[in-house]
């Protein structure tokens, strides 16, 4: 009797060890299976880069040309650095008459009025006259006038404010006046990020990616069994260093800081993001700002908002997302951990 046990244990043992097996190999055929296509390009000033997994074959091809057509048609919307954009046009004309905007710029405004909002105003796209008194609006044109005068700041700071934006019920939108200059590169980035991982979802066979723009990206894992993307957060004090990593899915990781655009007067630097309370570039000691959230664009406009904020008054523009400052004051630089956020080696 007890051979015949055995002899039945042994069985169910090597009948569980078999299914183990061939389970394993299911698992590592999935992962095996999964193909990985990349496309970079050099598009919005900085670099472009896609990695998509799928199951199956794609048309990369096809794929590219349709990412890059709507890198393309957001940059005649967005970019304030080209006389044909519709911004532009909007920022020339929108004072004199109603501007009929397109959806995506209808689109911009709403989540611009929103975040200014939600932020007590810390984001504010109306700010652009103030960027170009700074000279903080276009790096590569060289600085001739130097730095403004309080009377100049002074002056213009009561013309401007979302406020000042009206968008009208059949979608135009005018300026209350002409000082009124709007630019939203500190949203836009998101939007763009979003409208990609969107359409790429939606390709046959793709199951995961990541939509990465100058640093500032967007994940998305369609597969619960598919395992997290490490995403490395830059060191804002040292080039090409990194921090440490995050632990990413269905997630936009976006970062906001001062390190690599700005202008020196008088030996002191000043950063192209302006506190429009004060009308003046950002100095609260605030290096850099990383939030991790669903959407890429709020995400975006907070991290911009969060660096006029400072980690002091972060928290009632913070909802879900997990937010990590770094803060130089006084020669020390610290870590400022929130809402969750957890920074690995």
Not at 36 to 43: M, N, Q
Not at 227 to 254: C, H, T, W, Y
Request: aromatic share 8%; hydrophobic share 40%; glycine share 8%.
């Amino acid at each position: 009797m007890q051979s015949v046990l055995k002899k039945k244990s042994l069985a169910v043992i090597s009948a569980l060890l078999i299914l183990f097996v061939f389970l394993a190999y299911l698992v590592h055929s999935y992962y095996f299976r999964a193909r990985r296509y990349e496309i970079s390009a050099l598009k919005l000033g900085t670099v472009v880069s896609i990695i998509i997994y799928a199951e199956g074959p794609i048309d990369l091809s096809s794929v590219k040309t349709r990412c890059m057509e709507k890198i393309e048609e957001s940059e005649k919307v967005f970019s304030v650095h080209r006389e044909d954009s519709e911004i532009a046009r909007m920022n020339a004309l929108a004072a004199k008459r109603s501007f009929p905007a397109s959806e995506m710029m209808q689109e911009v405004i709403r989540r611009s009025r929103k975040m200014h909002l939600r932020t007590g105003g810390a984001f504010d796209p109306s700010v652009f006259s103030l960027l170009k008194l700074w000279h903080l609006s276009d790096f590569e044109e060289e600085d001739k006038k130097g730095f403004p005068h309080d009377k100049e700041i002074s002056a213009l700071m009561p013309l401007l404010g979302m406020d000042k934006v009206i968008l009208e019920k059949e979608g135009s939108v005018r300026f209350a006046n002409e000082s009124v200059s709007l630019d939203f590169g500190g949203i836009a980035k998101g939007l763009i990020i979003d409208g990609l991982t969107d359409m790429l979802q939606r390709e046959p066979h793709v199951f995961a990616g990541i939509v990465n723009i100058g640093g500032d990206l967007k994940t998305f894992i369609l597969k619960e069994d598919y395992p997290s993307f490490q995403i490395g957060i830059r060191d804002p004090e040292k080039k090409e260093a990194l921090l440490g990593g995050v632990e990413v899915r269905n997630s936009s990781v976006m970062t906001s800081g001062g390190y690599e655009r700005f202008r020196e007067y008088h030996k002191k630097k000043y950063i192209h993001i302006l506190d429009p309370m004060t009308g003046r570039p950002v100095e609260n000691g605030v290096l850099s700002v990383t939030v991790i959230g669903g959407n890429a664009a709020d995400c975006d406009a907070l991290a911009t908002a969060l660096m006029v904020l400072g980690p002091e008054k972060a928290k009632s523009a913070i909802r879900d997302e997990k937010v990590f400052f770094v803060v130089k004051r006084h020669e020390k630089t610290d870590k400022i951990f929130l809402n969750g956020f957890e920074l690995r080696d």
